[in-house]
């Protein structure tokens, strides 16, 4: 517990550094912004696009200081999770959060899927695990076990891989905004200046929709 008790202290210091706008995000440095924009699925609303993978140790720091941010995001600015799969023994996680979502269990599951992974060790890529995990959360397991093993998960699971090579995703955590910015922690440098950086794309993208400049 004491991994996840820093990450929540990391979360509240970002709470505070979130309230600076920070320097002006750098094309090149801060983010990249795609050759090809992608189509978006939330509409009206910017979308953001989190690649993430329920072992990778980054994404589960990240996590804290994500949720913390998400409380702030914008009502016109929509984040979609997309668990990505560059290899096979990522579809698991993949198949996990899917499912969680088809049974609407992400408000209560998906912060445990991370720490079970990173925390208590607790292998869910594993049929059996998973299942018996999936008990002991108050979870019926063969309705869980029946939708984690249908084709339509497993359709979804594989979209996201799709979607990560569309956008040129190469690692996770990863940004996605609204089709044509893409940025990181390894390209903002920190935390605390991913999320400055995903507020200025955020309002960017929400300009380049009205036909106008961002203001600056």
Avoid at 90 to 107: R, S, V
Wanted: net charge positive.
């Amino acid at each position: 517990m004491f991994t996840r008790a820093l990450a929540f202290v990391a979360a509240a210091v970002f709470s505070l550094s979130a309230m600076a706008a920070g320097p002006e995000a750098f094309e090149g440095h801060d983010y990249t912004r795609l050759k090809t924009a992608q189509p978006v699925a939330t509409g009206k609303k910017v979308e953001v696009l989190e690649f993430f993978w329920y072992r990778c140790p980054h994404c589960f720091q990240l996590e804290p200081s994500l949720s913390t941010w998400l409380k702030t995001l914008p009502k016109d600015a929509q984040v979609r999770r997309v668990p990505a799969v560059f290899r096979d023994d990522w579809m698991p996680g993949a198949k996990l959060y899917y499912t969680l979502e088809q049974m609407n269990l992400l408000g209560k599951l998906h912060h445990k899927a991370f720490d079970a992974y990173h925390i208590e060790n607790i292998n869910l890529n594993d049929p059996a695990v998973l299942g018996g995990w999936i008990a002991k959360q108050g979870v019926d397991r063969k309705k869980f076990e029946g939708i984690y093993n249908s084709f339509s998960t497993q359709s979804k699971a594989t979209q996201g891989a799709r979607l990560a090579t569309a956008y040129g995703i190469t690692g996770v955590p990863a940004f996605v905004i609204d089709g044509k910015y893409t940025t990181s922690v390894g390209m903002t440098g920190s935390e605390a200046r991913l999320f400055e950086v995903l507020d200025q794309l955020i309002a960017k993208a929400r300009a380049e929709r009205r036909g106008k400049k961002p203001a600056k």
